[in-house]
């Protein structure tokens, strides 16, 4: 299972219509929320402050929002999470003016403001740890241990098999 106490890192950049960094996306209001036994918490005030490149950071643990408020209709938005991908894996979901959902992504998320209200949704998997504590996102894994199980159960067969025919049972 996932650590709900974990924070992920969120790396959100916004470009004009055009393409170029936006001049006007020093500091950006923010509201962060947290829902707790599926009641949303009371918004907390925050600010984006974004680099040369057009990018912030932002923090969130499980159960997280961050709301941007009022990026004008045609700037361009990113938002990936910087999450170790051995750890998790991670799928997008963007919804636009409150409608349904595509089909999850890969991400990074990204579009361009319509005017109307995005939403972009971040969940995280936790990637399972197979017993030997090597970490294996495929059934390679699966495959790898199985053979030696059984590479391992052929030579003691055969050791067996000539220790009977030797006669010696020892």
């Known amino acids: 299972?996932?650590?709900?106490?974990?924070?992920?890192?969120?790396?959100?950049?916004l470009k004009d219509n055009n393409g170029d960094v936006f001049d006007n996306y020093d500091n950006i209001s923010a509201?962060?929320?947290?829902?707790?036994?599926?009641?949303?918490q009371s918004p907390e005030e925050a600010t984006l402050s974004f680099d040369g490149n057009g990018q912030a950071t932002f923090t969130l643990k499980h159960n997280e929002s961050l709301t941007i408020k009022s990026l004008p209709a045609g700037t361009q938005y990113t938002v990936?999470?910087?999450?170790?991908?051995?750890?998790?894996?991670?799928?997008?979901?963007?919804?636009?003016g409150g409608g349904d959902a595509g089909e999850p992504g890969d991400g990074p998320a990204g579009g361009t403001m319509s005017g109307k209200d995005v939403a972009v949704e971040v969940t995280n998997n936790k990637v399972d740890i197979a017993l030997t504590g090597l970490r294996d996102t495929t059934s390679s894994g699966l495959l790898m241990t199985m053979a030696?199980?059984?590479?391992?159960?052929?030579?003691?067969?055969?050791?067996?098999?000539?220790r009977r025919v030797k006669g010696n049972w020892k």
């Open 31 to 40: 509201e962060k929320v947290e829902v707790e036994n599926g009641v949303a």
């Open 80 to 96: 990936e999470e910087n999450v170790e991908k051995a750890e998790y894996t991670t799928k997008y979901v963007t919804k636009v």
């Open 148 to 162: 030696a199980v059984l590479l391992g159960t052929a030579i003691v067969s055969v050791s067996l098999i000539k």
């Open 1 to 13: 299972f996932g650590d709900v106490t974990k924070p992920f890192d969120f790396t959100v950049t």
